[in-house]
């Protein structure tokens, strides 16, 4: 029992930091129909950007967690400016060409840092439950993810410009016609689904340290977990990176963390054959 008490508090903290990386691709794949490949390698710059800022020029967590949304958002909207806005409805050459960017990005940072660094953690201690020990830092990445996922919520939703985007994702020539600049709209967006990521990075490179390769896995696990919540669904995808997030974990602490995998996967390709289009319908805006 003390196992599995364990194993499921930590589950929450790979939960969270899952749903934040996702939601940033629930942005990009879900909304704008764009499959970036790259998604991982901004939750990897996010941790890099973590690492200059806190151990290497000696700015707090907070100030860290705002640098990595700016920077990875930055590099999104460039490369959104620069790359993707020649491959909407291009489905094909936007893998290759998104896929050719996560390598270039990761080998620049490889040569850079090739061994793995480490950032401190910025919330020391925990509490004891009973037999379980929950780290003060789980709680906060618990709390953050989903203050993390309100705020996304209100934006899309509740403001012009979330508004905005629902107009271009239902009827893109309509919504130029009534003179609102698609191209902005589409700029702003996938910056925002890359500085999540990089979020994520940020809030994990504490717990695993920051290397190259840090959002590969990552990126297997955000595409899983959008698909199964629904890929237009932030609930959907709150409650799959929960499924996934603990899942994982708790199996790994009874069995390991390959067989973990298989079976998450297994359990995975079913719920997809049962419900293609996730546990929970695409929300129509």
Same mark, same amino acid.
């Given at each position: 029992m003390g196992t599995f008490l364990s194993q499921f508090v930590n589950g929450l903290n790979q939960a969270s930091i899952l749903l934040i990386a996702t939601m940033g691709l629930v942005i990009i794949f879900g909304y704008m129909n764009v499959t970036n490949m790259a998604h991982g390698s901004m939750i990897m710059l996010g941790g890099?950007? $973590? %690492?200059?800022?806190?151990? /290497?020029?000696?700015?707090?967590?907070?100030?860290?967690?705002?640098?990595?949304?700016?920077?990875?958002?930055?590099?999104?909207?460039?490369?959104?400016? *620069? *790359?993707?806005?020649?491959?909407?409805?291009?489905? &094909?050459?936007?893998?290759? $060409? &998104? %896929? $050719?960017?996560?390598?270039? *990005?990761?080998?620049?940072?490889?040569?850079?840092?090739?061994?793995? =660094?480490? /950032?401190?953690?910025? !919330?020391?201690?925990a509490f004891k439950l009973g037999s379980v020990t929950i780290p003060y830092y789980n709680i906060f990445v618990g709390i953050f993810s989903i203050a993390i996922l309100v705020f996304t919520l209100f934006l899309f939703r509740k403001t012009t410009f979330g508004k905005k985007l629902g107009s271009v994702t239902q009827n893109r020539t309509m919504t130029e016609c009534l003179g609102i600049k698609t191209a902005s709209v589409d700029t702003l967006t996938f910056g925002y689904g890359a500085g999540l990521a990089g979020i994520a990075g940020c809030v994990l490179a504490p717990t695993t340290g920051?290397?190259?390769?840090?959002?590969?896995? %990552? *990126? &297997?696990?955000?595409?899983?977990?959008?698909?199964?919540?629904?890929? =237009?669904?932030?609930?959907? &995808?709150?409650?799959?990176?929960?499924?996934?997030?603990?899942?994982?974990?708790?199996? $790994?602490?009874? !069995?390991?963390?390959t067989w973990a995998k298989i079976i998450i996967f297994m359990i995975v390709i079913v719920i997809i054959r049962l419900k293609p289009e996730g546990l929970f319908t695409k929300e129509r805006r």
């Open positions: 890099v950007s $973590a %690492y200059i800022l806190m151990e /290497v020029i000696g700015l707090p967590f907070g100030v860290a967690i705002a640098g990595a949304f700016i920077i990875t958002a930055l590099i999104g909207m460039l490369i959104e400016k *620069l *790359l993707i806005k020649r491959l909407y409805s291009k489905p &094909t050459e936007t893998i290759l $060409a &998104t %896929y $050719a960017i996560s390598i270039i *990005l990761t080998e620049i940072v490889r040569l850079k840092y090739p061994l793995s =660094q480490n /950032v401190h953690m910025p !919330l020391p201690g920051v290397s190259y390769d840090m959002g590969s896995t %990552y *990126l &297997t696990d955000t595409f899983m977990t959008n698909v199964v919540g629904g890929i =237009q669904s932030f609930f959907g &995808t709150a409650v799959s990176s929960v499924i996934i997030g603990e899942g994982r974990t708790v199996m $790994a602490g009874f !069995l390991n963390e």
